[in-house]
């Protein structure tokens, strides 16, 4: 058995992708594709969720479906829900959230603040809700939040974006402790700055030549993989766990 199929045993046959239509959601499905995973893909923007959808069927003959929704929508589950009716769902990736600017709290709009957490916040505790259930009755399965290393500490301009990505930090750990004893892997991998179509948007340019762009991570050329960021995210949580009990979070100054 080769390490795709391996992969593919304990957390397919079909995994859900929430935020899969460009950057590192996109390169996550090609990945997965890769060892013979089945996609439902997730995201607003149609026509490039499907173009990612067709690359995944056509360069690795899997299923793949694009369901274009927005992931702040009240009545999300529901919709997720009929679009995975029947589906044997071993893995959630929930990639969504990527901050579209940088501006002060007062700056923004209360609202704007308000589709962050919606997003960040109930987003994936919703899906996680839905489809944590069926993988603890399998006893097997994988739950991956993407966060941002702006989780650590408070940013300037950042400072709603810093709070939600903590949160979903903090979520992915007490999860972990919950559904480790089910076979359920759960982890978060808070991302460094990542050069994706969402930074360049922010007004990001990419110059290999200046330093902090050399650190700069780029996804469809990374050799990160999806089973990386379970496998490895994983570890480290345990060594955490090992350290600090079922209060992992007493290891942490927040």
Same mark, same amino acid.
């Given at each position: ?19 899969a239509?460009e ?9 997965l594709?890769?060892?013979g ?10 026509p490039?969720?499907e ?21 702040t ?5 529901v919709?997720?829900? *009929?679009? /995975?009716?029947?589906?044997?769902? =071993?893995?959630? %990736?929930?990639?969504?959230? &990527?901050?579209?600017?940088? !501006? ?26 839905h489809?944590?259930? *069926?993988? /603890?009755?399998?006893?097997?399965? =994988?739950?991956? %939040?993407?966060?941002?290393? &702006?989780c650590?500490?408070g !940013? ?24 480790r ?5 759960v ?33 469809r ?19 955490w ?14």
């Amino acid at each position: 058995m080769t390490d795709g199929q391996g992969f593919a045993a304990r957390y397919g046959p079909w995994a859900v992708i929430a935020g899969a239509s460009e950057g590192i959601g996109a390169a996550l499905a090609d990945e997965l594709a890769s060892c013979g995973i089945d996609l439902v893909l997730i995201a607003r923007n149609g026509p490039l969720l499907e173009e990612v959808a067709a690359r995944a069927r056509d360069t690795h003959g899997v299923q793949a479906r694009a369901v274009v929704q927005d992931l702040t929508d009240p009545d999300v589950v529901v919709k997720i829900a *009929a679009a /995975t009716d029947g589906l044997e769902v =071993g893995l959630l %990736i929930y990639n969504a959230g &990527a901050s579209d600017r940088t !501006s002060t709290f007062l700056d923004n709009e209360f609202d704007y603040s308000l589709i962050q957490v919606a997003l960040d916040c109930v987003g994936p505790m919703a899906l996680t809700h839905h489809f944590a259930p *069926a993988m /603890t009755e399998r006893v097997r399965g =994988g739950i991956v %939040i993407v966060a941002s290393l &702006a989780c650590l500490a408070g !940013s300037a301009t950042l400072a709603v974006y810093s709070a939600v990505k903590a949160f979903q930090h903090t979520f992915a750990e007490g999860l972990w402790a919950e559904l480790r004893p089910h076979g359920v892997d759960v982890c978060c991998t808070p991302r460094g700055m990542t050069y994706t179509p969402a930074l360049a948007r922010m007004g990001v340019a990419y110059d290999p030549r200046l330093r902090c762009a050399r650190r700069t991570w780029r996804p469809r050329s990374s050799k990160t993989s999806a089973t990386g960021l379970v496998s490895s995210s994983a570890r480290r949580i345990a060594q955490w766990h090992r350290r600090c009990g079922p209060s992992t979070g007493a290891c942490w100054s927040r």
